[in-house]
């Protein structure tokens, strides 16, 4: 089944202990994105990866790192967490063909730092 | 950098249309539009590329004004699986273009009731 998986989906952690967020596609796709999404503000950019090896910041990378050693993983590091990263992270995955980036998401990862 | 969508919320009965609006203030790729479910990941809708073109998805289709940076998404004789959050994602275009980043809106809630 073609899908996108994120590990864990959910987790509560304290301030400054680093953690990492998984996120897996079998679809082959060359582009990755992972998002948050707090209440109101619709979903952010973090980070976006347009293929193996190359990452680029989106709309709020600040406190996020990522890595693409792999087209199929793409995930997602913080550092030294914050109670304000606590959100609902999603990555998704697109081919994309011909400039249509048709994102499938993956089921979320619910973040709580105390 | 983010768009504006407009109506914040929308309540429906079943079988009543409903028109979404998406505005940006810079000059647009492509405009991507996202349904999520309370509780579930967004779900892909459809893609306009710049160009002015409508596309249509079973009774749901939408149009891209390149020129007025604007797009529209057109619920017709809306059913209940309707009901959910719909999001405008955008990519910009032009000078400063930065294809695979996208900004979305801050979403519209739609109700249908029976």
């Known amino acids: 089944e073609a899908q996108v998986t994120q590990n864990p989906r959910y987790l509560i952690t304290v301030t400054g202990k680093k953690l990492t967020v998984t996120c897996s596609q079998n679809m082959n796709h060359e582009y990755m994105s992972w998002y948050r999404q707090d209440p109101g503000l619709g979903l952010r950019q973090i980070y976006y990866s347009m293929n193996v090896e190359v990452t680029d910041k989106g709309d709020v990378p600040e406190g996020y790192k990522v890595s693409r050693k792999e087209k199929r993983n793409f995930p997602l590091i913080l550092e030294s967490p914050s109670p304000n990263q606590t959100s609902l992270y999603f990555c998704?995955?697109?081919?994309?063909?011909?400039?249509?980036?048709?994102?499938?998401f993956g089921p979320g990862t619910r973040l709580t730092v105390t | 950098q983010q768009p504006v969508q407009s109506p914040q919320a929308v309540i429906l009965r079943e079988g009543e249309d409903a028109v979404i609006n998406c505005s940006s203030s810079k000059a647009l790729y492509s405009v991507h539009w996202y349904r999520q479910k309370h509780g579930e990941a967004p779900v892909f809708l459809m893609i306009?590329?710049?160009?002015?073109e409508q596309k249509g998805h079973d009774k749901i289709s939408a149009s891209f004004n390149e020129k007025k940076q604007q797009s529209s998404l057109y619920l017709t004789a809306s059913q209940l699986s309707y009901s959910g959050t719909y999001f405008c994602g955008t990519e910009i275009g032009g000078r400063g273009s930065t294809l695979g980043r996208l900004y979305f809106g801050r979403g519209t809630q739609l109700t249908v009731w029976p």
């Open positions: 998704a995955s697109s081919l994309p063909d011909r400039g249509r980036h048709e994102q499938y």
């Open positions: 306009l590329l710049k160009g002015g």
